[in-house]
């Protein structure tokens, strides 16, 4: 029976497992991806991670991931089907039929990209990652959807790549942080589409067009590729009866990680939290590890 059982191979989850490997508790790390690093991975560049500015994305994933081999972590390549818990501890049921046992556990299974739901939308051409596809749109024309952090971002990227890139928003204000909306507006090729709801994707056998809802009119964007930047959802299916979540499905948990379900502890994105940055992932799992390590202990814990 290991002491702690870490769901979860992003910032979060390496970082809990590198506090894990320090302290000399047996640890392991699930993850359902191959040497994964979480969504960190596919994000361009990370400017606000303290003391590596301008770092990429996958570079800084590897760097944690390095790390945390380095201190001996050890991973299991492998999905979680079910977790349950008993007196003893929590009992993962994998989906090729095979177990794991822990005392406790640390949830930093992360978010998933909310999916765009109007008609079309399963066509060729509509993308969740700008990094990932942004290349196959040189030159062409494009439409961001979303007004938050990632919109804007995936925005600023793919305006060094495609001819013109239209930022399509559902309301007149954006929620992303001042800095990339002003990085945005000095944009020449990024053109806001402010108070536009889309309603369908249309295309024969890939993209084509994108209708909109605007001001009570109906507007159709002719481009070659969309990506939808629309926020996302936490991955907390496998908590549901086991700890608390809130009503957008993140599990309620503070900044030291404790969950309703003594043992078990939320890390990273899957938490309700003010912020969800590699930073405060990272600090969380840091947290999650010392309280695990008091409720190993048999302390008191609130
Ligand atoms: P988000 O902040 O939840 O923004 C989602 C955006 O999509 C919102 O503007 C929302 O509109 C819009 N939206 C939601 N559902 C929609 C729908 N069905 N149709 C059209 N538009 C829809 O998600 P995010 O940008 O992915 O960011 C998630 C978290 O990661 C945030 O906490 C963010 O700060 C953080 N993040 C940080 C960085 C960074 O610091 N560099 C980078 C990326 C993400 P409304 O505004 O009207 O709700």
Redesign the pocket.
């Known amino acids: 029976m290991y002491d702690i059982i870490i769901i979860g191979s992003g910032p979060a989850g390496l970082t809990a497992a590198i506090y894990a490997s320090r302290a000399g508790l047996r640890a392991v790390v699930v993850e359902k991806d191959t040497m994964g690093a979480g969504q960190i991975s596919v994000t361009e560049q990370v400017d606000?991670y303290p003391g590596l500015p301008h770092i990429g994305g996958y570079e800084l994933g590897e760097a944690f991931r390095e790390h945390a081999q380095g201190m001996g972590a050890g991973f299991c390549e492998n999905e979680v089907e079910a977790i349950a818990a008993d007196a003893a501890g929590f009992h993962l049921a994998m989906t090729d039929g095979t177990a794991l046992s822990g005392k406790s556990v640390i949830y930093a299974a992360g978010t998933s990209y909310?999916r765009l739901s109007v008609p079309g939308s399963q066509l060729p051409g509509v993308s969740y990652c700008a990094t990932c596809d942004g290349a196959f749109y040189a030159g062409k024309t494009v439409a961001v959807?979303?007004?938050?952090?990632?919109?804007l971002?995936d925005a600023l990227y793919l305006s060094h790549i495609a001819k013109q890139v239209y930022l399509v928003?559902?309301?007149d204000t954006f929620?992303a942080?001042a800095s990339l909306q002003a990085a945005a507006a000095q944009t020449e090729n990024i053109t806001p589409v402010l108070c536009a709801?889309?309603t369908e994707v249309v295309g024969e056998k890939r993209v084509e067009a994108l209708k909109l809802l605007r001001n009570e009119k109906e507007e159709t964007l002719v481009l070659d590729g969309i990506f939808a930047?629309?926020?996302?959802i936490p991955n907390t299916d496998l908590l549901k009866g086991l700890a608390d979540l809130d009503a957008s499905g993140y599990v309620i948990a503070g900044e030291d990680g404790l969950t309703s379900r003594p043992g078990l502890f939320a890390a990273g994105d899957v938490r309700t939290k003010p912020?969800?940055?590699v930073v405060t992932a990272v600090a969380d799992g840091a947290n999650c590890v010392a309280s695990a390590e008091k409720y190993l202990l048999g302390m008191v814990m609130k």
């Open positions: 606000n909310r959807i979303g007004g938050g952090d990632t919109a971002e928003h559902r309301r929620r942080n709801v889309p930047a629309i926020g996302s912020l969800r940055q």
